[in-house]
């Protein structure tokens, strides 16, 4: 069966550092993985997806993932953290009917001044 | 239009109450889903409609009762619901309810119920 884990359930970084958010996914069948982000109050967002395409996967907002099937990762990173990105974040993997999302517990990032 | 919009933003209802919450997607998925997300937690599925008929049931209480009147439309329906219902319900959309790298679900801003 599917599943993610999201190491870390809060990150805190300061303005204009690096963001990274852990992810990782077990999978019996190539995994269709997602990123969404919450902002308070509000839905879910997609950021970024893995296609097969291309390892590094480049989303919204100047976020990128990287999927690494030996280590059975897909990180979250952004070179440069705004006050703007804190949020909670959700890693997802599709379950194998293509039903239903699975998600991570969420980390909530913190940028600070 | 890539939108999913649902109301109410927020509910307030009684025990005894009867009420229901609304979605709406136009961009021609074929899958729709309720999800229910507490605090803090990342949401949990609830109900996927495929091609307007239910096709996944998460044992959700009966208190709760999904409709999908055409494509474009989700409903879900309240009565007799528990304080312990109190929660953001999330309604979500996909082209279709099967795998692939391109059916990412798109999310609406939710409805904020608070059930006293």
């Known amino acids: 069966a599917q599943s993610v884990t999201q190491l870390g359930s809060h990150v805190s970084v300061s303005e204009g550092a690096l963001v990274l958010l852990r992810c990782n996914y077990s999978?019996?069948?190539?995994?269709?993985l997602f990123w969404y982000v919450q902002y308070p109050n509000q839905g879910l967002q997609l950021l970024l997806k893995?296609?097969?395409?291309?390892?590094l996967v480049k989303g919204i907002n100047g976020f990128e993932a990287e999927f690494k099937k030996s280590e059975t990762s897909f990180h979250l990173t952004k070179p440069s953290a705004h006050m703007s990105d804190a949020a909670e974040y959700f890693c997802a993997v599709s379950n194998q009917a293509g039903t239903a999302l699975i998600f991570g517990k969420g980390t909530t990032l913190s940028v600070s001044s | 239009d890539t939108e999913v919009t649902q109301t109410p933003k927020h509910l307030v209802m009684g025990m005894t109450n009867k009420k229901s919450l609304k979605c709406e997607q136009h961009?021609?998925?074929?899958?729709m889903y309720w999800y229910k997300q507490k605090a803090k937690k990342p949401p949990e599925l609830m109900f996927v409609?495929?091609?307007?008929?239910?096709?996944i049931n998460e044992s959700v209480p009966s208190r709760f009762s999904p409709e999908c009147p055409n494509s474009s439309l989700l409903n879900l329906h309240l009565h007799a619901l528990q304080p312990e219902d109190s929660a953001l319900y999330l309604c979500?959309?996909?082209?279709?309810?099967?795998?692939?790298?391109?059916?990412?679900?798109?999310f609406g801003p939710g409805t904020r119920l608070t059930v006293l």
């Open positions: 979500a959309s996909s082209q279709d309810a099967t795998p692939s790298y391109d059916n990412e679900q798109f």
């Open positions: 409609y495929s091609y307007e008929k239910l096709s």
């Open positions: 893995y296609t097969s395409a291309a390892t």
């Open positions: 999978s019996s069948v190539p995994p269709y």
């Open positions: 961009m021609g998925h074929r899958a």
